[in-house]
């Protein structure tokens, strides 16, 4: 941590967001936030969202998480929430730039050599940790609802959905507007068509990126990470299913993966799907 967050840090009490401003590792301009705990800090954790959703949706769990003693930090990748340009067509970027530089810029804010620096991977948040530079950095991996993101591994009438929606709605949607107009489809916030580009391939394999031709290395780079790391799943994540979770991680040869299938019933609520765990009437189930 800088010796400017670190005064900020003395002068801050409770467990409201702190601005941060970061220059990622390519220059551009990120918006972040901390939360720090009103105790003794008993470590660090970086939320890493998923594609589309904005810092502000893992606020109540960044809180939570502060009250537990850990010092949070969460951004806004370029391209989304108050990283984003005024005009998101000028943004030349692709999906890996939010993991080896937004995300590699995150860690190297937030690693203090004094405390354990834990991870919690929203989708691609998950699918992030190999492609991080310095990824050894990290104590502990945990991540919710990554899989790999092929149509195949979902339920009919969802990969039905999702055929459409990538031969399509979207193909038709980027081409007019130079991007893809996520929040008019229900799918969060706007992004960068480069990000679409890639999503798309990807989605078209049942190995997701580690078929991508243009990216060989990608099977390499994931076979660096040694870290520990919980894989959940929610048993009724029509974009996330268990298959999807183990033919994703099936790719961490080296790291020590275990796997949780979450049942909605089991924790006292009617559905956790692929964005429910951080939903405010989820605060319950964290708790257990």
């Known amino acids: 941590m800088s010796e400017r967050a670190a005064e900020n840090h003395n002068g801050h009490s409770g467990h409201g967001a702190e601005d941060l401003s970061l220059k990622s590792r390519d220059g551009y301009a990120l918006m972040a936030q901390a939360y720090w705990p009103s105790?003794?800090?008993?470590?660090r954790l970086i939320i890493a969202g998923a594609t589309a959703v904005p810092q502000g949706f893992y606020m109540r769990f960044a809180r939570y998480a502060a009250s537990r003693g850990l010092a949070v930090l969460t951004l806004?990748?370029?391209g989304l929430g108050r990283s984003a340009p005024a005009d998101l067509r000028t943004l030349d970027m692709d999906y890996r730039d939010w993991a080896r530089?937004?995300?590699?810029?995150?860690?190297?804010a937030w690693h203090d050599p004094s405390l354990p620096?834990?991870?919690?991977?929203?989708?691609y948040g998950g699918h992030a940790?190999?492609?991080l530079p310095n990824h050894e950095l990290l104590s502990a991996a945990y991540t919710v609802a990554s899989g790999a993101g092929w149509h195949g591994y979902m339920?009919?009438?969802?990969?039905?959905k999702v055929r459409l929606l990538w031969q399509v709605i979207a193909?038709?949607?980027?081409a007019v507007l130079g991007y893809m107009?996520?929040?008019?489809?229900?799918?969060?916030?706007?992004?960068?068509?480069?990000?679409?580009?890639?999503?798309?391939?990807?989605?078209?394999?049942?190995?997701y990126f580690f078929d991508d031709p243009e990216l060989p290395e990608q099977p390499a780079l994931f076979a660096r990470l040694t870290l520990p790391v919980m894989a959940a799943v929610a048993s009724d994540d029509l974009w996330a299913q268990p298959a999807s979770r183990d033919a994703f991680f099936a790719y961490f040869t080296h790291a020590k993966v275990s796997k949780k299938t979450l049942i909605p019933a089991d924790y006292g609520v009617s559905e956790i799907g692929h964005m429910g765990y951080f939903a405010h009437r989820q605060a319950r189930c964290g708790r257990r």
Request: hydrophobic fraction near 35%.
């Open 39 to 43: 105790g003794k800090c008993t470590g």
């Open 76 to 78: 806004d990748y370029r």
């Open 101 to 108: 530089y937004d995300l590699a810029t995150a860690i190297d």
């Open 117 to 123: 620096l834990y991870w919690v991977g929203h989708s």
């Open 129 to 131: 940790l190999g492609m």
């Open 155 to 160: 339920p009919w009438l969802e990969s039905l």
């Open 171 to 174: 193909p038709v949607a980027v």
């Open 181 to 207: 107009p996520s929040k008019k489809l229900g799918m969060g916030e706007n992004l960068p068509r480069g990000v679409y580009r890639q999503w798309r391939r990807w989605c078209s394999s049942p190995q």
